[in-house]
């Protein structure tokens, strides 16, 4: 019973640090990462691979308004578009 509980234990810590390498895989090289829907605590300026092009951003849910703020998307929702 020992051995099955060690190999359990083991078998989550591997899966814990593959699932923490998985989402370190999203970051960019300046830290963090950006959540589809929503700019908490999203800077912009951070992240011209998303807000450097319209199609990728507007994937995301984001719109640059006239004055050149980003928003979210007044009719986003998460997942496709029907």
């Known amino acids: 019973m020992l051995n099955k509980t060690k190999i359990a234990l083991a078998a989550a810590l591997i899966l ?6 998985a989402v370190a895989g999203q970051s960019d090289e300046s830290g963090g990462y950006v959540m589809p829907g929503s700019l908490d605590g999203v800077n912009p300026a951070y992240h011209p691979g998303i807000f450097g092009n319209p199609a990728v951003a507007r994937s995301y849910g984001f719109e640059k308004s006239r004055n050149g703020t980003w928003h979210v998307q007044s009719d986003w929702q998460w997942g496709p578009r029907r």
């Open 16 to 21: 814990g640090a593959l699932g923490s390498a």
